[in-house]
């Protein structure tokens, strides 16, 4: 299965975005799908794991949720900051399948 | 501090090989499985290997079976990936991460912890 990602969303400082990550086949609830944060010229790090689940440090600025009637796992951040500026990957794993979708850019302006 | 550190990375000719290293520290290396994930320039995150917690569980990418081999010293807390017959299509940075499990039994895996990276050149 693959999970495609919007390429690229804008948003301004202080609003709220959402980026969706939508399953091609089987169903967005088979497999927990994690998020993760990659700042320009940074290692990725784990945002969002187990679909919803934010690990230690992360601030509740960031979550994440399924939708199963679009197929699809999203991540919100509402508050945006100029730091929030990344890309942003989702990846589920099935039986031996690692996938990653391809990114979506977030530019905050 | 829970740390991954990758070396290992240059400049290679098409056809030669290289070898990554990873060294771990901060938590216990031996209790998880751990991953080599590659990221070409511009593009998105690429699962390249895994291996589990003994070394007794090993997976590849398609596109690197028969040529890349990943292994573990425990002893040293340590991740290796020797790379053999390299292509220009394998240019990228190779990233170490690790497992939020074993790499045994029926669980959905991700990764909860990633180096910096090692960039990977291959050009003539």
């Known amino acids: 299965f693959m999970l495609t990602q919007p390429h690229s969303v804008s948003e301004s400082p202080g609003k709220t975005v959402t980026f969706s990550c939508t399953r091609s086949?089987?169903?967005?609830?088979?497999?927990?799908v994690q998020w993760y944060q990659q700042r320009p010229g940074s290692a990725p790090t784990l945002l969002i794991s187990?679909?919803?689940?934010?690990p230690s440090g992360v601030p509740d600025r960031f979550s994440g949720s399924i939708d199963t009637s679009s197929n699809s796992a999203s991540l919100t951040i509402s508050g945006l900051k100029t730091e929030d500026e990344a890309d942003y990957y989702c990846?589920?794993?099935?039986?031996?399948?690692?996938?990653f979708g391809g990114g979506t850019k977030l530019t905050v302006l | 501090e829970l740390q991954l550190v990758e070396s290992g990375g240059g400049l290679v000719q098409p056809g030669r090989s290289l070898r990554l290293s990873c060294a771990a520290s901060?938590?216990?290396?031996?209790?998880?499985?751990m991953h080599w994930v590659r990221q070409a320039p511009g593009k998105g995150l690429e699962w390249v290997s895994g291996?589990?917690?003994?070394?007794?569980?090993?997976d590849y990418e398609d596109s690197v079976k028969g040529r890349f081999t990943i292994s573990r010293d425990n002893a040293k807390n340590s991740l290796y990936l020797q790379m053999n017959s390299l292509r220009a299509e394998d240019t990228a940075v190779f990233f170490c991460?690790?497992?939020?499990?074993?790499?045994?039994?029926?669980?959905?895996?991700?990764?909860?912890?990633w180096g910096r990276g090692t960039l990977v050149t291959v050009s003539s």
């Open positions: 991460a690790k497992d939020i499990g074993t790499g045994y039994g029926k669980y959905d895996r991700y990764l909860d912890l």
């Open positions: 901060g938590f216990p290396f031996d209790d998880y499985a």
């Open positions: 291996i589990s917690w003994n070394g007794g569980g090993i």
């Open positions: 086949s089987g169903s967005i609830a088979s497999n927990y």
């Open positions: 187990e679909d919803s689940d934010r």
């Open positions: 990846q589920s794993y099935d039986s031996s399948i690692w996938v």
